[in-house]
């Protein structure tokens, strides 16, 4: 069974009240049942976290290289401008993991300095627009679905 270490970063813990005509009205809670959920249902097994720590995220993804996990990855504001969290999501793709940017809005129809992405160049892929969906859909292309 394939294993997902799905990380959320900063500000996620706040869904449902910031920026809900933005980010949508579920809160952090209801999208990790919804995450369970769909992984339950595609064979995959995941583990849900969320920080706003960098330091903490970062560690979370050299976890995901020790113990050869799969990662979705919302790095929130830090995928613009983390080179720390970029250097730690491109070993989990150089070690033969895949990796996931995933993206509740679309960065790239939001303000300008939301248009570039320092993940985006290490990832596998990217999913972005399509509300709590993006996750399903990362988790569909981790299933290989």
Partial sequence: MTEVLVLNGPNLGRLGSREPDVYGHLDHAALVDR???????????VEVRQSDDEAELVHWLHEAVDSRRDVVLNPAAFTHYSYALRDAAAQVTTGGLRLIEVHLSNPAARERF?????IGGVATGTVAGFGVASYRLALHA???E
């Avoid at 995450?35 to 097994?45: C, D, E």
């Avoid at 939301?114 to 320092?118: A, D, L, M, Q």
């Fill in 142 to 144: 981790l299933a290989g």
């Fill in 35 to 45: 995450v369970r959920g769909w992984a339950g249902q595609l064979g995959l097994r």
């Fill in 114 to 118: 939301r248009h570039t992405s320092v």
